[in-house]
């Protein structure tokens, strides 16, 4: 494992609840620009192991680098500070409000980081257009459709240009063309960004369009696929991919 140039590293990465042990000692890392799928049964522990690498939650052990600083043991106001600078999330549904339009919705994070109310909302309209989402900048999420909602998640997640996106299965509650869509966007967006994508999902056709897929086990990490770009541009296997139909 290359931790030097990851945008993000996990190593020897320990948590348990009381006496449910949901990660045994993981060690990952994403690239800047790279698409990483974390897949694996319920109950393995993913969103465990997002959790921990997006600072929501403290690792009981090991180390989460971010360009080669460590920030698990930083402090709550710390590690809410880089969630909201360094990190953009898009979760399963609900994370939009209500009461406020797209527009307003996706310029929240720059908001809440001091950029005025006009600036913060110019800023974000200029994502409404590259996410398919023109015309809709003044919709309230409940006059949204569910792929649309969450196309403004998308864009509420980039706007502050995170270095990290994290991703806990967003086309959960969407339709399978829907749903397709989504990710299209998500990891093209994401890749033009720079940004990381670590990405939790249960559908191997979700994970396909990941550069990289992880399989979570019992809190371990029980194999790992990686995709590359051939010279002409055609997507090919490498890595250790023992479970036939993963992709
Ligand atoms: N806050 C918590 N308190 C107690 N136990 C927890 C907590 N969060 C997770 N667990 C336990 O840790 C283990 C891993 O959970 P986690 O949510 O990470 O799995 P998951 O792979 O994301 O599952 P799913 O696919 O069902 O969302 C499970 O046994 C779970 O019951």
Redesign the pocket.
């Known amino acids: 494992m290359n931790t030097s140039s990851a945008v993000l590293a996990g190593t020897g990465l320990f948590k348990s609840?009381?006496t449910?042990r949901?990660l045994a000692g993981v060690a990952l890392d994403v690239m800047a620009g790279q698409s990483l799928a974390v897949m694996?049964?319920?109950?393995?522990?993913?969103?465990?192991?997002l959790h921990c690498l997006a600072g929501i939650e403290r690792p009981d052990s090991g180390e989460v680098l971010l360009d080669g600083k460590r920030i698990d043991r930083l402090g709550e106001p710390a590690r809410s500070e880089l969630r909201r600078t360094a990190f953009g999330f898009v979760f399963q549904s609900g994370q939009l409000l209500p009461e406020l339009p797209a527009d307003e919705n996706v310029a929240l994070p720059l908001m809440l980081g001091g950029t005025a109310r006009r600036t913060a909302v110019e800023e974000a309209r200029q994502w409404f257009g590259p996410l398919g989402l023109q015309g809709l900048e003044g919709r309230r999420p409940g006059q949204l459709s569910g792929g649309q909602a969450q196309r403004v998640a998308i864009a509420r997640a980039l706007v502050g240009r995170p270095k990290v996106i994290f991703a806990d299965e967003p086309t959960g509650a969407l339709d399978q063309a829907t749903g397709m869509e989504v990710i299209h966007l998500l990891t093209d967006v994401s890749r033009r960004q720079g940004a990381a994508l670590v990405l939790?999902t249960?559908d191997a056709n979700v994970a396909r369009w990941c550069d990289r897929t992880v399989q979570?086990r019992d809190?371990r990490l029980a194999e790992s696929h990686t995709e590359t770009e051939t010279e002409s541009g055609a997507r090919t296997a490498t890595g250790t991919d023992a479970e036939a139909g993963i992709r």
Do not use: D, Q, R
Not at 40 to 49: A, F, R
């Open positions: 609840y009381g449910a949901a694996g049964p319920s109950g393995s522990g993913k969103s465990t192991l939790v249960h979570v809190g």
